[in-house]
């Protein structure tokens, strides 16, 4: 089964400083990957997504990921972090056999400090 | 485009009794498909529609949940005897299938269980 994994569970950086946020997969086959966003009150917001391709992927709101076969990682990044950044990111992986199941990781809670 | 939105926002009841959500998809989205996230936890797949089929339903589903998507348009989530163990928030989202992999959520309904 396809599985991601989060580990860690806050992440603290100050504004103006780089941002990653880390997440590795197991998959069998060729990874479909994913990040979403999570506001207060809000519903999840896709943020950029890996099928194919650049391993470097860009999404909304200033964020890439990176993706890493031999590392089996998708860590996702930002140059240079807002306050507004603070939020619930979740990693996701597409099931294998059925394109509609997406496999969401546990979250990293992202505070960016004035 | 309005969005995904979902009915009620919060839902607090009592143990034993049912209740029914509501999810409203993006107009031209013909697949929708309902998770539950618990604290702490990213959001489970529960079930999956393609237009008013239900193609899946997760084994986290017991016989009490109940899913429908009439004329492949809105669709309703019941919960019949409900548990305190069925406290979570349910989430709605909803794609096409030209961008089948990039779901939108709605704001989720939280149901508390007395």
């Known amino acids: 089964a396809q599985s991601v994994a989060q580990p860690e569970d806050q992440v603290n950086v100050a504004e103006g400083n780089p941002l990653t946020v880390k997440c590795t997969y197991s998959?069998?086959?060729?990874?479909?990957l994913f990040w979403y966003v999570q506001y207060p009150n809000r519903g999840l917001q896709f943020l950029l997504k890996?099928?194919?391709?650049?391993?470097l992927v860009k999404g909304s709101y200033g964020f890439e990921a990176e993706f890493n076969k031999s590392q089996t990682s998708f860590h996702l990044k930002k140059p240079s972090a807002l306050v507004s950044d603070s939020a619930l990111y979740f990693c996701?992986?597409?099931?294998?056999?059925?394109?509609?199941?997406?496999?969401f990781g546990a979250g990293t809670t992202v505070t960016v400090r004035a | 485009d309005t969005g995904v939105s979902q009915d009620p926002r919060h839902k607090i009841t009592k143990r034993g009794q049912n209740v029914t959500f509501r999810c409203d998809p993006i107009s031209e989205h013909n697949r929708l498909y309902w998770y539950r996230q618990t604290l702490g936890q990213g959001p489970e797949f529960l079930t999956y529609f393609q237009n008013e089929a239900q193609l899946e339903k997760s084994r986290l589903l017991s016989d009490r949940f109940s899913a429908e998507r009439p004329k492949g348009s809105f669709s309703t989530l019941e919960i019949q005897r409900t548990e305190q163990g069925d406290s979570a928030m349910y989430l709605c989202?909803?794609?096409?299938?030209?961008?089948?992999?990039?779901?939108?959520f709605g704001p989720g309904t939280r149901l508390t269980v007395t």
């Open positions: 996701a992986v597409r099931d294998f056999a059925n394109d509609y199941k997406l496999s």
């Open positions: 890996y099928i194919t391709g650049d391993n």
């Open positions: 989202a909803s794609s096409s299938d030209r961008n089948l992999h990039e779901q939108y």
């Open positions: 998959v069998s086959g060729n990874p479909y």
